[in-house]
T-cell receptor, first 118, second 114 residues
Framework: EAQVTQNPRYLITVTGKKLTVTCSQN?????MSWYRQDPGLGLRQIYY???????DKGDVPEGYKVSRKEKRNFPLILESPSPNQTSLYFC?????????????????FGSGTQLSVL | QKEVEQNSGPLSVPEGAIASLNCTYS??????FFWYRQYSGKSPELIMS????GDKEDGRFTAQLNKASQYVSLLIRDSQPSDSATYLC??????????????FGSGTRLSIRP
């Protein structure tokens, strides 16, 4: 089954304790992206990757890191989490970031990770 | 000014009626527009995309785009309780050189009452 898999689904941690949220897709997609969703603010892009070893900042990259060493994986790293990073996080992928604009190419979303930083 | 604005709702519509969801955007040069549906506790899923002025129909859904007014809407005919969800408007702004930039609105919560 074609899917984007995020883990964990729920995570409670404490300030300053490094954590990684994993994201994996099995559709051979070139484009992957991380979003956070907060009430009243909608989905905001954190980082995105157009292909392996190509990553770029989104709208709210501060406090986050990503890497794209393999096509299928795009982990989100919080080196020193803070309470303002408490949020619902979504990983998404698409066949091509270039085609995303002009075709019916859609973003496939993972199930989400609810993160609480105490 | 937010780049993509939506009324947060909730918008309550009786079953069988037409639900009308609206969205405005700030970048006049935007070229592509999307509507995603998100059920409570679930991830967003694409239901419509539109690129040209006018209407685009897909089953019970119609997307309407008016670039002069910087306005995009989604009509849901014969509303069903299963349509109760949050609807996210998304835009690919022209100001970004990267075609992969998609800006989401904060969503409108739609409730269909039996």
């Amino acid at each position: 089954e074609a899917q984007v898999t995020q883990n964990p689904r729920y995570l409670i941690t404490v300030t300053g304790k490094k954590l990684t949220v994993t994201c994996s897709q099995n559709m051979n997609h070139e484009y992957m992206s991380w979003y956070r969703q907060d009430p009243g603010l909608g989905l905001r892009q954190i980082y995105y990757s157009m292909n392996v070893e190509v990553t770029d900042k989104g709208d709210v990259p501060e406090g986050y890191k990503v890497s794209r060493k393999e096509k299928r994986n795009f982990p989100l790293i919080l080196e020193s989490p803070s309470p303002n990073q408490t949020s619902l996080y979504f990983c998404a992928s698409s066949l091509s970031g270039t085609r995303l604009r002009w075709t019916n190419e859609k973003l496939f979303f993972g199930s989400g990770t609810q993160l609480s930083v105490l | 000014q937010k780049e993509v604005e939506q009324n947060s709702g909730p918008l309550s519509v009786p079953e069988g009626a037409i639900a009308s969801l609206n969205c405005t955007y700030s970048d006049r040069g935007s070229q592509s527009f999307f509507w995603y549906r998100q059920y409570s506790g679930k991830s967003p899923e694409l239901i419509m995309s539109i690129y040209s002025n006018g209407d685009k129909e897909d089953g019970r859904f119609t997307a309407q785009l008016n670039k002069a007014s910087q306005y995009v809407s989604l009509l849901i005919r014969d509303s069903q309780p299963s349509d109760s969800a949050t609807y996210l408007c998304a835009v690919n702004p022209a100001i970004y050189s990267s075609a992969s930039k998609i800006i989401f609105g904060s969503g409108t919560r739609l409730s269909i009452r039996p």
